[in-house]
């Protein structure tokens, strides 16, 4: 595996090794000793989470203020535009966001650690998208940055309006959202 610094640092993009021949092709998505060599990060990660949406849906950005996830991103079907940003007022990088492309065709891996908001971006037909999380989904302790707020200008790749749930659409500005210390 192959580790890709971001301009976050602690977001890490991982590029697996992929053997492939006439028949297909195979590769370890997850193997916990790899990854924590690889990337210096020891989780234990609790749940799975698998979702499929239609071009130009967007989700996010969602984060849990209390039972903070980590997650470990991929996508099988389609291809996304993948966002974090971070919301600890200690890091060097607070309010930062990086995004980046993941997709069936690349199967690129995210890791997305505790403490950062996330979201996506479906840029093609449909994809379908795997993640793993690090802790339990609390629904009282998730909450919801706004998409589109100026104060983070994050460019996604999309010409029109996106496809937004209630949550997304009524989510709170960087300015008013809870953060990490």
């Known amino acids: 595996m192959r580790v890709i610094a971001s301009e976050v640092p602690d977001v890490m993009l991982i590029e697996p090794k992929v053997f492939g021949d006439a028949r297909g092709f195979f590769f370890e998505s997850y193997n916990e000793r790899v990854f924590r060599e690889a990337t210096g990060v020891d989780v234990k990660f609790v749940q799975d989470n698998h979702s499929r949406s239609g071009r130009n849906v967007l989700r996010g ?86 998409w589109n707020d100026p104060a983070l200008s994050i460019r996604w790749p999309i010409s029109g309006e996106p496809i937004l749930s209630r949550k997304d659409r009524d989510a709170v500005g960087f300015a008013a959202a809870e953060m990490f210390d």
């Open 61 to 146: 950005l969602h984060y849990q203020i209390r039972h903070a996830q980590g997650k470990l991103l991929r996508v099988i079907l389609g291809e996304v535009f993948d966002v974090a940003v971070d919301l600890r007022r200690s890091s060097k990088t607070f309010g930062k966001w990086v995004g980046f492309t993941l997709s069936a065709e690349n199967k690129r891996i995210a890791w997305v650690p505790p403490g950062f908001a996330h979201g996506f971006l479906v840029t093609s037909d449909c994809a379908e998208f795997l993640y793993k999380a690090t802790d339990y989904y609390a629904p009282e302790h998730e909450r919801t940055l706004r």
